[in-house]
C-alpha cells in the first residue's frame, strides 16, 4: 500500500513549477523535432534539380542582353521570313524571293535593282517584294542573279567587308543572332591559311565571352602584364586593378 506523504506549500509549489518546466522542455523539443523533420524534407525537395529553370538559365546564360529577341540562323546561317529566304558564309549572301503570282514568270518580267547600300526586288506592274537599306555594302559589279523554275528570284550578293557576319539583309528585317551562326568545317577548309586563322580566331573569341572567359586578346594583355610583373619584383602590385 502506497505511503502517503504530506509537502509544505512551499514544497507543493516547487513541484508544480518544475512540472510546468518540465512539460514546457517537452512541448518545445517536440516542435524542434517537427521543424528539423520539416527541414529535411525540405532539403530534399531544394536539391531535387528543377529540369525547366536548369535549362531556362541555361538558354539565358547562352544569349546577352544585346542578343535578346533575335531570332535563331537558320541552317545556312541567315533567316526566313514571308517575302524571303536568305543564307551567308563570311563573303557572300543568297537570297530567295517567291514570286506569288498566277502566271509563269519571265526574267524579263523582273526587276531586281543591286546597289551599293540597297536593294530592290519585284516584278513590273507590282509593288516591290523587297526595297530597302541593306545591312552592309556589296560588290555590285560582283552580284548577280538568276530565275528558277519561273517562281523564284535568286539573288547573290558578294560582302565588301568578307570577315563580318550579316544580321539581317534589308535594315527593317528582323535580326537573327549572329552569335549562333556556326561556319560548317568544309566552309572553313575552302579557305586560305590567313583567312581561316582569323576566322577560328573570332569564333574561339566569341565562345570565350558566351563563357565569360578572356579572349585571345585579354590572355595576351594577361601574358605581358604576368612577364612584366617578373621581370620587375621590386614593383609591388598588391593594390593594382587591372581590367
Not at 526574267?107 to 535593282?113: C, G, H, L
Not at 573569341?205 to 585571345?216: A, C, F, H, N, V
Request: charged share 40%; net charge negative; hydrophobic share 30%.
Amino acid at each position: 500500500e502506497p505511503k502517503i506523504k504530506e509537502i509544505s506549500d512551499e514544497e507543493a509549489a516547487l513541484f508544480e513549477k518544475e512540472q510546468r518546466l518540465q512539460a514546457k522542455l517537452k512541448e518545445e523539443n517536440g516542435f524542434h523535432e517537427k521543424d528539423e523533420n520539416k527541414q529535411i524534407k525540405a532539403d530534399k525537395v531544394d536539391d531535387k534539380p528543377d529540369d525547366d529553370e536548369s535549362d531556362k538559365d541555361k538558354s539565358e546564360e547562352d544569349e546577352n542582353d544585346e542578343d535578346k529577341g533575335k531570332l535563331k540562323p537558320n541552317y545556312i546561317n541567315g533567316g526566313d521570313y514571308l517575302s524571303h529566304r536568305w543564307g551567308q558564309s563570311l563573303q557572300e549572301l543568297d537570297i530567295w524571293v517567291p514570286f506569288n503570282v498566277n502566271f509563269k514568270v519571265k526574267a524579263k518580267d523582273v526587276i531586281i535593282d543591286i546597289r551599293k547600300k540597297h536593294l530592290k526586288v519585284g516584278l513590273k506592274g507590282h509593288p516591290p517584294l523587297l526595297d530597302g537599306e541593306l545591312h552592309a555594302e556589296v560588290k555590285v559589279d560582283e552580284c548577280t542573279w538568276v530565275l528558277e523554275d519561273a517562281k523564284r528570284a535568286m539573288i547573290s550578293l558578294v560582302k565588301i567587308k568578307d570577315m563580318e557576319w550579316w544580321s539581317q539583309i534589308l535594315k527593317t528585317d528582323p535580326e537573327i543572332n549572329t552569335r549562333k551562326v556556326v561556319p560548317e568545317n568544309s566552309k572553313l577548309a575552302d579557305l586560305d591559311g590567313e583567312t581561316r586563322s582569323m576566322v577560328e580566331k573570332m569564333m574561339y573569341d566569341q565562345r570565350q565571352k558566351e563563357m565569360g572567359l578572356p579572349t585571345s586578346e585579354d590572355q595576351k594583355k594577361q601574358d605581358v602584364l604576368k612577364k612584366f610583373m617578373t621581370q620587375h619584383p621590386e614593383m609591388d602590385f598588391s593594390k593594382c586593378k587591372f581590367s
